[in-house]
């Protein structure tokens, strides 16, 4: 049974990951090794707290966030580690290599890399048998879906053991039956973000136009119908016709498209950098993560049926 968890990385997925597993009643120890960033992790995990409370999600048991600049003092006594550190794969291995005489035989470590495969991850650590993907969508605390991955040398039973957790959470666990770089989520997102620069490239729309098509057209039906029970949806035959002309005609590229060279040449971004697709003045950018959260809480709650 999983109760003690140790979350290594307080960077903009860490607090939010902590905060939902404290609700879920988990003892989370959370660790960075950049005061700056525990710093920063509280006021994060207030603002997720707020959050947790306007999306109904009942505090089971006692469960709590207690933030530390040990590491030895976060993983000691972890049923499960939650590698959360850049995704560089030197920089995980260390955090592996630090914690391997740190933690128990039995301790499952699991890692948010958003792509990396989990079968290079686990040639770092003694026990791969342990080691698992556990790939959060951001914000962590209000995106309910987890992909779990095994790579080649994952236990069935660590696998089983993190879908049934995310379960208990009342999260939605989506398990792969195969470690493919990039894993499924950020494979259909990266389809969908190499046609649309292609057609912003190609003078076809304009950013705004696309953005609203998306948003308004495909994406607020897929909250409601998948993209397979679309196919059904539109019909068989209809994706058949229309795919036999039109897969043709659709983005291809192996590289990286112009349009995003030449703006991250250009120092553009986005929010970080205050310009990107769109210009991001300081006063937008303290409105756009609170309006975001609040959409995103009020969606959620109609698709659970709570309003
Ligand atoms: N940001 C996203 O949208 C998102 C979504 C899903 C998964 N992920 C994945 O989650 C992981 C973390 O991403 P993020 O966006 O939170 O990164 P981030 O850069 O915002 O934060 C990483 C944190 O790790 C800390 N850190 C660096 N080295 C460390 C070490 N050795 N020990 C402890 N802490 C260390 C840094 O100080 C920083 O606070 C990455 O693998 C990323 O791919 C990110």
Redesign the pocket.
Known sequence: MIQRVAI???????PGMAARLARGGMDVVA????PA?IERARPMLAAADGVLDNLGIETKGTGSVRLTSE?QDAVAGADLVIE????KED??A??YRNIEGMISAETIVA?????IPITRLQAHISKPARMVGM????PPHIIPMIEVIGGEQTAPETIATIRDFIRSLGLLPVLLKKDVPGFVENRVLYALLREVVDLVERGVIEPEDIDTCVSWGIGYKLAVVGPMALLDMAGMDIYHSVSSFLNKDLCDRKDVAPLVTRQMADGKLGIKSGEGVYAYPPEKIAQLQPERAKKLVAIRRILEGKD
């Open positions: 290594i990385g307080l960077g903009t997925m860490g660790y960075d090794i950049a960033a590491l959360n550190v850049p995704e920089i995980k260390d955090v890692s948010d890399t958003s792509g790939h959060w969508s951001n």
